[in-house]
């Protein structure tokens, strides 16, 4: 669990602002988290959430005071770029990066709520498939769906996902799993406001990939 272990995220301020600066240093060390998962298939995600962390740094680096929460990024933005918003700029880069934050959060939740094939119990087919689903499936065109179903199909034991998370150490099963539910608590209540900005701004958008 080292990889997110070590990388904790803050815990929001009571306004529930989500400072830039602090985001983009906790999300930056999320990349390798999909080589955990061992297929191919997910270098693209991978690739997309390191390519949306870069531009939505480059838009803060620009004005880091201006820019100094997300939310007041979306709003300069809004303001900015008129009629061509929400599909421009960094806001554009955080909708598509908190969707793969979002699969992160739901297949880690549901390791952690032991969720699992009773046929393959060390198989975390269940957990990634539900995560694609729940995060990113409607997002994405009938062929690009069809390569994430065979990917759940070359998805790791949970035994070397968890190893893979410890960076190659043994560690307990249990040991790994309480430290997801202690890395899961600042994560998730980031995504869901995330989510929830997105719909109070109307920023969402539904086309498919």
Known sequence: MALLAEHQFKQLPADKQVDTRSFLESVSYLPPFFDCLGSKVFS???ADVSGNITKIKAVYDTNPIRFKTL????????????????????TLALMWLKRGLKFIQVL??????????????NLIRVNAT???ELALKKYHGWLVQKLFTGAMYAAPYKSDFLKALSK?????????????????VN????VDVLYEMYTKMNAELDYTV
């Open 44 to 46: 693209p995600i991978k």
């Open 71 to 90: 939310q007041q990024i979306l709003e300069a933005e809004k303001e900015m770029y008129g009629a061509e918003w929400p599909k421009v700029g960094a």
């Open 108 to 121: 880690l939740q549901s390791i952690a709520d032991g969720e699992k094939d009773d046929a393959n119990p």
């Open 130 to 132: 539900k995560a694609y």
């Open 168 to 184: 190659g150490r043994e560690v307990k099963e249990e040991d790994c799993v309480e430290k997801i539910r202690q890395f899961l």
């Open 187 to 190: 994560y998730t209540a980031t």
